[in-house]
């Protein structure tokens, strides 16, 4: 009588015959890092960013600006301020920011296109429903409006 031969072979197990290790390919679920949320400054700089380099229209910022940040939002907007155009995509270059109360941030953020460095500032402000909210932007260090009277 022949003897049979397991196709796993002559151990019963489908590991190489050179590996030593007992663990299989494959074993367990892929494990994914937990996500950690991202802090109010940095979401704010990422949303501001997608309105003011055209990802984003404006009115899909409306519900996280408030005072006169929807305005100084709408003057950056319609001036082009970022837009890259067919040039280089706006990319965040580093976020600071400044803790003058407690549910208040001062923002500061640089932001490149191509080789030019824009500054970016920006404030929010922890409303009572405990929803983050813009208040006041600027960018390049000019305030969003003319206060000088010229014509635009």
């Known amino acids: 009588m022949q003897k049979v031969m397991n196709s796993r072979g002559p151990r019963?197990?489908?590991r190489p015959p050179t590996r030593r290790d007992t663990r299989r390919p494959g074993a367990g679920p892929r494990r994914?890092?937990?996500?950690?949320?991202?802090?109010?400054?940095?979401?704010?700089?990422?949303?501001?960013?997608?309105?003011?380099?055209?990802?984003?229209?404006l009115h899909w910022f409306a519900r996280h600006a408030a005072h006169q940040a929807f305005d100084d939002l709408l003057w950056l907007v319609e001036r082009r301020a970022?837009?890259?155009?067919?040039?280089p995509r706006p990319t965040v270059h580093g976020i600071g920011h400044f803790e003058p109360a407690p549910g208040s941030y001062e923002v500061f953020a640089r932001i490149a296109v191509g080789p030019r460095l824009?500054?970016?500032?920006?404030?929010?402000?922890?409303g009572e429903d405990q929803r983050w909210r813009c208040t006041a932007v600027e960018l390049g260090g000019r305030p969003p409006r003319d206060t000088a009277g010229s014509s635009g």
């Open 82 to 87: 970022l837009l890259p155009g067919a040039g």
């Open 32 to 57: 994914v890092p937990p996500q950690v949320p991202l802090h109010p400054t940095e979401l704010f700089t990422q949303r501001l960013l997608l309105v003011l380099s055209g990802d984003r229209p």
């Open 12 to 14: 019963g197990n489908t």
């Open 118 to 126: 824009h500054a970016l500032a920006f404030r929010l402000a922890l």
